[in-house]
């Protein structure tokens, strides 16, 4: 029986597995160029299906502020315990901790949240190999699109976080001064959270402002720190006060649509 047990675990692994990779392949597939009005008119079907699961899931988390960086650092990396530190006092502010889901940096800062007792959601993304969610999130979605996934990261924020990552990280962050710059989303504070890390980007930041390429006020509300608390000063400041979102109440979940509040 145990044998038996065990071979039908690793059956369904390989098989979810192999799911994975044939839905990464279909993608990769999709972007080469045009196909057929039915294969495309599926993908649209497939996206439209994970933004109303991310919809409903995410309806009631509350008040996020999302925390970008690296899935490498371990636990007993410094970046992994300042983020954890981060997580602990951006709960205690009384903010949701959303995150991509995964280790390092992101299960860092939803740990820090736990810790103080406060709400923790992750995005996970669905890879070929595999990225397993943090165990420290109080629930989670998993999304086989990246741009699904980083819509309702922003969706859901009042202030973004960003700790030593590398590509993924830094699409993310300048993502966000993207949406900010051209007024997709309002003016959200944006920290970045270890100067010896950041100071050469910064730098790049203030070429382009020689250059005319990006105005100074782009970067108005940008924070470069090494300080936890000075960042936490500066979401209440630009986030808490200025949204009014300890005031804000979360939604309460629909009887007739057979709603739940996954945080409760």
């Known amino acids: 029986m145990h044998r038996n047990q065990i071979n039908n675990e690793k059956t369904n692994t390989r098989s979810k597995n192999k799911n994975q990779f044939m839905s990464f392949i279909q993608d990769r597939i999709f972007i080469e160029g045009p196909h057929s009005r039915l294969q495309e008119l599926w993908f649209i079907i497939r ?96 999304f086989d699109y990246f741009f699904v996934r980083k819509v309702l990261l922003f969706k859901y924020s009042y202030a973004f976080v960003v700790l030593p990552g590398g590509v993924g990280t830094m699409d993310e962050f300048f993502e966000a001064i993207t949406l900010i710059q051209t007024k997709k989303i309002l003016s959200f504070p944006v920290v970045l959270i270890g100067k010896e890390y950041f100071e050469p980007l910064m730098g790049f930041l203030k070429i382009m402002i020689e250059e005319g390429t990006i105005n100074a006020n782009d970067l108005e509300l940008m924070l470069l720190t090494d300080s936890v608390e000075e960042a936490i000063s500066h979401l209440q400041k630009h986030a808490v006060d200025k949204f009014s979102l300890d005031l804000r109440k979360i939604p309460t979940p629909s009887k007739l649509l057979g709603e739940q509040n996954p945080m409760s």
């Open 47 to 142: 996206v439209m299906t994970e933004f109303l699961k991310g919809f409903r899931k995410l309806h009631f988390v509350g008040p996020c502020v999302t925390v970008f960086g690296s899935a490498r650092f371990d636990e007993n990396h410094h970046y992994y315990k300042l983020a954890r530190y981060l997580g602990n006092k951006l709960a205690k502010l009384g903010l949701t901790v959303i995150t991509g889901g995964g280790p390092g940096i992101m299960e860092a800062a939803n740990r820090g949240a736990k810790d103080a007792g406060g709400r923790s959601v992750g995005c996970n993304i669905s890879l070929p190999i595999e990225q397993k969610h943090n165990p420290y999130l109080d629930f989670f979605v998993t």
